[in-house]
């Protein structure tokens, strides 16, 4: 979906938590305890940007332009009641 523009964040650590139920709109979100620190740190150890903090090598990262994730749709899956 080249060119679209979404939103990569952090999501829930656990999707089907009943007591705290969460939704995405349309955003692309990193689920799992510390999964978005893990993809971060990732972006870092594969792009090398210049030294400094987490924020800044990530921020130099955004602005090189050089960063495209790509990803496949996938179709809805049915709803069903809840019981």
Known sequence: M???????HAGPPNPFDRIRPCATI???E???I???IHLNNLLIDLM?????????????IGNSGQLIITYQSA???????TT
């Open 75 to 81: 179709p809805r899956p049915a709803l069903k009641a």
């Open 26 to 28: 349309g955003c692309i």
């Open 30 to 32: 990193v689920i799992g």
């Open 2 to 8: 080249k060119g679209k523009g979404f939103l990569v």
């Open 48 to 60: 090398g940007p210049p030294a400094g903090t987490t924020t800044q090598k990530l921020t130099a």
């Open 34 to 36: 510390n999964e978005f």
